[in-house]
Structure formats: structure tokens, C-alpha cells
């Protein structure tokens, strides 16, 4: 079947600090979508793509939709505390996700 | 209401009864999805419905398992027979028409059985 998997799995890292994590797949997909989960809640949509090579921005997040469609990362610039969670990436068009990438940030 | 509601928000019940998980997608979104995501993983795909037809069961695990929505709104995650490895947070998520739209989801229901 298809599998996401995301890099790293977890990350700590310092207030202010830029993050980037990514997201492979063994098949090509048609829309990736990045989606951030905290405690006790369901997983909230952070930034869509639809086009490969296309690059999105929202706030201080960036991501981008691979060239062959079977990879995307998320950048995340001057990360503050309210950034922790896990991220997860997702594939559709079944939505598919991936394994996830907990991120802990430290003032 | 704005956003996809689930209920109940936790169910606890015994091994070997009947559940219902209720979800009530956003006003207008023809896509309606089921997953289910144990602790430390990521959400596992159950089933996808377009409309009031399930166009795609094949993540649900057995035949204990059953989704229904009736008048292409409200769905409605049947569970026969629970056992204890169903215990997980039940997660379901509506998209407007068309697979490649964005995709919004519910806070969950956690199931435990005991």
C-alpha cells in the first residue's frame, strides 16, 4: 500500500530557529496537504498544494509540492512555543498520512 | 455549524458491545472521510464517502465495522462486537466536491474499550 514517511520524527529545537521537516511517498500523488495536530484535537490544515513544483506560503509557513509529486517539505521560519505539535503530511487522494514530525520548541 | 462536529467526544464501553460514532461534516461538503489514529501514529484511513454512496471502504479493518450516511450529510461509524484493540480516537473529515479539495476535520471521538 501507500506509505508517507516523514523526517525527522521528532525535533527540539530553540525559539527563534528556523525549522524544516519533508515527506516522501512510494507513489505519486495529486494534492499534498500539511496538517498540524496538538493534544486531544483533530488534526488542523496548515497548507494545501495541487501543483508539482508549486511553492505556498502562509505566515511563517512555507511548503513546497515536489517536481515528481512523491515528496513535499514544510519549512517553519523563527519558530515560537505555540508551534509545538506534530506535523503531519498527507497525500490525496484517499488522504493518505504520513508518520508525523513532533516538534518541541525550547525558549 | 462551522466546523465538523463528532460525538460523542469520549466513549468508554464494554468488550463485545455495539458503538455509534456520530460526525456532522460542514454545511455543503459532499466529502466525508472515517480514520482512525492510535496513540503515536499518524491517522489511518477507513473509509471515504461522496454523497450518500461509499466510494471507498477499503481501510476498514473487518466486517465489525460499518459506515452509513444516509442523506449525504450526517455519517454514522457503526462498530459491532468491540474489542479492545478498537480502542483509538475516531477522527472523520469533510471536503467540498472533488477528492483534491482541502480536506477539515473533527476533534475526534475516543473510543475505549474495556
Known amino acids: 500500500g501507500q506509505q508517507l514517511n516523514q523526517s525527522p520524527q521528532s525535533m527540539f529545537i530553540q525559539e527563534g530557529e528556523d525549522v524544516s521537516m519533508n515527506c516522501t511517498s512510494s507513489?505519486?500523488?495529486?494534492?499534498w496537504l500539511w496538517y498540524k495536530q496538538e493534544p486531544g484535537e483533530g488534526p488542523v490544515l496548515l497548507i494545501a498544494l495541487y501543483k508539482a513544483g508549486e511553492l505556498t506560503s502562509n505566515g511563517r509557513l512555507t511548503a513546497q509540492f515536489g517536481i515528481t509529486r512523491k515528496d513535499s517539505f514544510l519549512n517553519i521560519s523563527a519558530s515560537i512555543p505555540s508551534d509545538v505539535g506534530i506535523y503531519f503530511c498527507?497525500?490525496?487522494?484517499?488522504?493518505?498520512f504520513g508518520t508525523g514530525t513532533r516538534l518541541q520548541v525550547t525558549l | 455549524g462551522a466546523g465538523v462536529s463528532q460525538t460523542p467526544s469520549n466513549k468508554v464501553t464494554e468488550k463485545g458491545k455495539y458503538v455509534e460514532l456520530r460526525c456532522d461534516p460542514i454545511s455543503g461538503h459532499t466529502a466525508l472521510y472515517w480514520y482512525r489514529q492510535s496513540l503515536g501514529q499518524g491517522p489511518e484511513f477507513l473509509i471515504y464517502?461522496?454523497?450518500?454512496?461509499?466510494?471507498?471502504d477499503s481501510g476498514l479493518p473487518n466486517d465489525r465495522f460499518f459506515a452509513v450516511r444516509p442523506e449525504g450529510s450526517v455519517s454514522t461509524l457503526k462498530i459491532q462486537r468491540t474489542e479492545r484493540g478498537d480502542s483509538a480516537v475516531y477522527l472523520c473529515a469533510s471536503s467540498p466536491e472533488g477528492r483534491a479539495n482541502s480536506a477539515f476535520f473533527g476533534q475526534g471521538t475516543r473510543l475505549t474499550v474495556v
Open positions: 507513489s505519486i500523488f495529486n494534492t
Open positions: 464517502f461522496q454523497g450518500t454512496g461509499a466510494a471507498d
Open positions: 498527507a497525500g490525496r487522494d484517499k488522504l493518505t
